[in-house]
């Protein structure tokens, strides 16, 4: 029966957007959230989640760092009736797949999240919605870690999903890891001022790249090779994205030759192909000049510091003392930072690394989302 409601409002989005006025047209921005594609999520391997009842994939309009832009997204439905209100929304915010358009993160395998983390929040009643990101799947170049296109690519969806199912409540939280922690932190402070008319009760992230723009300024030619992981592919696909979606900073123009190279790979190559690729040349060699430029580091700063002051929902993040993608230290100082803006925080240490802490903080990000979203 849940299953014949939603495609009855798949149906019904479906006509809106072919109606005169509709919002179908590819050609002309709609207002944020507006659907333009809908249609059920394939029943295959690579994106099924058992446990859902209904699984739809969606386009809708979002807003990148200096416009309009589309963004893909998924919706998973817990089975059964929806409670009082409808179900409560988890939007999750994914981790780095890479900035080309067929490393979206909607139509690839992604075993923990599909085996584990989805089933869970559906089994804890929550209805999951995906959002791939501006850019990415979409056209346009995805501005990998702008941390606001990212949030607003996320509340969005939300948006779009609630248009598309009638039986998802306004109550939601946004949970995240590694770039979608960046992200959730992000959504934690836009979300209330920019979606009024939703209800955020709370954001969770595990490893989210914080203070990346204090290190901005010190990258030039002297950089050696790091001890730590995928930082070439990392800093390649951040200045891809400013290439692409601020042509006036020149980024090119910062570049060597194999920069150059470098900056393709990482526009056609997924996160862990492209890493195998440039993983043993340095963010040095990328370089022919230090990033010294007062415009690109506003813009730098812009998209990649964490907002620290004027949360009012609360907050959980999770670190793991392992973590090589996003050091310890790193998330130290960010929390260092919320803590005395008076920021409603907790705060949670694992031993593992960047992907193991997704997994070992599940009981207590699951936790922190019953405390926050299970009250009306």
Same mark, same amino acid.
């Given at each position: 029966?849940?299953?014949?409601?939603?495609?009855?409002?798949?149906?019904?989005?479906?006509?809106?957007?072919?109606?005169?006025?509709?919002?179908?047209?590819?050609?002309?921005?709609?207002?944020?959230?507006?659907?333009?594609?809908?249609?059920?999520?394939?029943?295959?391997?690579?994106?099924?989640?058992?446990?859902?009842?209904?699984?739809?994939?969606?386009?809708?309009?979002?807003?990148?760092?200096?416009?309009?832009?589309?963004?893909?997204?998924?919706?998973?439905?817990?089975?059964?009736?929806?409670?009082? &209100?409808?179900?409560?929304?988890?939007?999750?915010?994914?981790?780095?797949?890479?900035?080309?358009?067929?490393?979206?993160?909607?139509?690839?395998?992604?075993?923990?999240?599909?085996?584990?983390?989805?089933?869970?929040?559906?089994?804890?009643?929550?209805?999951?919605?995906?959002? *791939?990101?501006?850019?990415?799947?979409?056209?346009?170049?995805?501005?990998?870690?702008?941390?606001?296109?990212?949030?607003?690519?996320?509340? *969005?969806?939300?948006?779009?999903?609630?248009?598309?199912?009638?039986?998802?409540?306004?109550?939601?939280?946004?949970?995240?890891?590694?770039?979608?922690?960046?992200?959730?932190?992000?959504?934690?402070?836009?979300?209330?001022?920019?979606?009024?008319?939703?209800?955020?009760?709370?954001?969770?992230?595990?490893?989210?790249?914080?203070?990346?723009?204090?290190?901005?300024?010190?990258?030039?030619?002297?950089?050696?090779?790091?001890?730590?992981?995928?930082?070439?592919?990392?800093?390649?696909?951040?200045?891809?994205?400013?290439?692409?979606?601020?042509?006036?900073?020149? +980024?090119?123009?910062?570049?060597?030759?194999? &920069?150059?190279?470098?900056?393709?790979?990482?526009?056609?190559?997924?996160?862990?192909?492209?890493?195998?690729?440039?993983?043993?040349?340095?963010?040095?060699?990328?370089?022919?000049?230090?990033?010294?430029?007062?415009?690109?580091?506003?813009?730098?700063?812009?998209?990649?510091?964490?907002?620290?002051?004027?949360?009012?929902?609360?907050?959980?993040?999770?670190?793991?003392?392992?973590?090589?993608?996003?050091?310890?230290?790193?998330?130290?100082?960010?929390?260092?930072?919320?803590?005395?803006?008076?920021? *409603?925080?907790? +705060?949670?240490?694992?031993? &593992? *690394?960047?992907?193991?802490?997704?997994?070992?903080?599940?009981?207590?990000?699951?936790?922190?989302?019953?405390?926050?979203?299970?009250?009306?």
């Amino acid at each position: 029966m849940q299953r014949a409601l939603v495609m009855a409002g798949v149906l019904g989005v479906v006509i809106s957007m072919l109606a005169p006025g509709g919002t179908g047209a590819a050609s002309a921005a709609g207002p944020p959230g507006a659907v333009t594609e809908v249609s059920p999520l394939p029943q295959v391997v690579a994106v099924a989640v058992a446990d859902a009842d209904a699984a739809l994939r969606l386009v809708y309009w979002s807003r990148g760092p200096r416009g309009p832009m589309q963004s893909s997204g998924a919706i998973y439905l817990p089975p059964g009736p929806p409670p009082p &209100g409808g179900w409560p929304i988890v939007a999750y915010a994914h981790g780095t797949v890479g900035i080309a358009d067929h490393c979206a993160f909607s139509l690839q395998p992604r075993r923990l999240y599909l085996d584990t983390v989805y089933p869970e929040l559906l089994r804890a009643g929550y209805a999951v919605v995906l959002s *791939d990101y501006v850019g990415l799947g979409t056209p346009g170049t995805h501005p990998y870690l702008d941390g606001p296109s990212q949030a607003r690519s996320v509340i *969005d969806g939300v948006r779009a999903a609630r248009a598309v199912v009638p039986e998802l409540s306004d109550r939601w939280a946004v949970l995240g890891q590694s770039q979608g922690g960046q992200t959730a932190l992000f959504a934690a402070r836009i979300a209330p001022e920019d979606a009024p008319e939703l209800r955020l009760r709370g954001a969770a992230a595990t490893g989210p790249p914080s203070s990346l723009e204090r290190i901005a300024p010190l990258l030039g030619p002297w950089v050696p090779r790091l001890p730590l992981r995928m930082t070439t592919a990392y800093v390649a696909s951040i200045l891809a994205g400013l290439r692409a979606t601020a042509p006036e900073l020149d +980024v090119d123009g910062y570049l060597t030759p194999r &920069g150059r190279h470098v900056l393709d790979v990482v526009e056609n190559e997924c996160a862990t192909e492209a890493d195998t690729l440039v993983r043993d040349i340095s963010i040095g060699e990328l370089l022919a000049k230090p990033l010294g430029d007062p415009a690109l580091l506003a813009a730098a700063h812009a998209m990649l510091r964490i907002p620290t002051e004027g949360h009012t929902v609360p907050l959980f993040i999770g670190q793991g003392l392992a973590d090589l993608d996003v050091p310890a230290p790193l998330t130290a100082g960010l929390v260092a930072e919320l803590t005395p803006a008076g920021a *409603d925080l907790q +705060v949670a240490v694992y031993p &593992g *690394d960047h992907l193991a802490t997704a997994r070992d903080s599940l009981p207590d990000t699951l936790a922190f989302l019953h405390r926050v979203l299970d009250s009306p």
